[in-house]
T-cell receptor, first 113, second 114 residues
Framework: GDSVTQMEGPVTLSEEAFLTINCTYT??????LFWYVQYPGEGLQLLLK?????DKGSNKGFEATYRKETTSFHLEKGSVQVSDSAVYFC????????????FGKGTKLTVNP | DAEITQSPRHKITETGRQVTLACHQT?????MFWYRQDLGHGLRLIHY???????NKGEVSDGYSVSRSNTEDLPLTLESAASSQTSVYFC?????????????FGPGTRLLVL
């Protein structure tokens, strides 16, 4: 079945450091790919998405590129802030119109001042 | 502004009791979902609905049920609560768009089964 694998956390960085969170997926065809973020005590919210190969999603300084050849959707940010501390989830919806999200297990990021 | 709300936000119950968690959305979305979040497992889909009178089982549906009598609400019922159902529960909704649309999440319900 479809699945998403994220790098294990937790990840701890200093402010202004470069961030990469790896995400790879297993799915047939061309799924849609998402990054959701969960701030402490809150529900998830969409950070960015890409719906076809080679698309780049971006938001709030975060970027991720849909790489079909490596089945990856790695999240990057050039300079993290303390306010970016959260849990990040990579997810997909399968090709074919299913609205169901398949989530990775999440990566907790802590940014220290 | 449109929103998705869950109630209660916190609940403590005893094993064997029936519990219902409420989810209400004002987005007028067709699709609604229930997830549970547990350490080490991420979010797992419990039940989902693509419209009124439509319900479907997700990955971890045993011991849970839902009903969809209108567009706005999808209550989740634990028929006989078990300690293994202690978790944080999230409701979400989305528009129908071939899987490309954003899901909007509620704030969550933290359930403790003693």
């Amino acid at each position: 079945g479809d699945s998403v694998t994220q790098m294990e956390g937790p990840v701890t960085l200093s402010e202004e450091a470069f961030l990469t969170i790896n995400c790879t997926y297993t799915a047939t065809g061309y799924p849609s790919l998402f990054w959701y973020v969960q701030y402490p005590g809150e529900g998830l919210q969409l950070l960015l998405k890409a719906t076809k190969a080679d698309d780049k999603g971006s938001n709030k300084g975060f970027e991720a590129t849909y790489r079909k050849e490596t089945t990856s959707f790695h999240l990057e940010k050039g300079s993290v802030q303390v306010s970016d501390s959260a849990v990040y989830f990579c997810a997909l919806t399968p090709e074919g119109g299913s609205e169901k999200l398949v989530f990775g297990k999440g990566t907790k990021l802590t940014v220290n001042p | 502004d449109a929103e998705i709300t869950q109630s209660p936000r916190h609940k403590i119950t005893e094993t064997g009791r029936q519990v219902t968690l409420a989810c209400h959305q004002t987005w007028n979305h067709n699709n609604m979902f229930w997830y549970r979040q547990d350490l080490g497992h991420g979010l797992r889909l419990i039940h989902y609905s693509y419209g009124v009178q439509d319900t479907n089982k997700g990955e971890v549906s045993d011991g849970y049920s839902v009903s969809r009598s209108n567009t706005e609400d999808l209550p989740l019922t634990l028929e006989s609560a078990a300690s293994s159902q202690t978790s944080v529960y999230f409701c979400a909704s989305s528009e129908t768009a071939g899987g490309m649309e954003t899901q909007y999440f509620g704030p969550g319900t933290r359930l403790l089964v003693l």
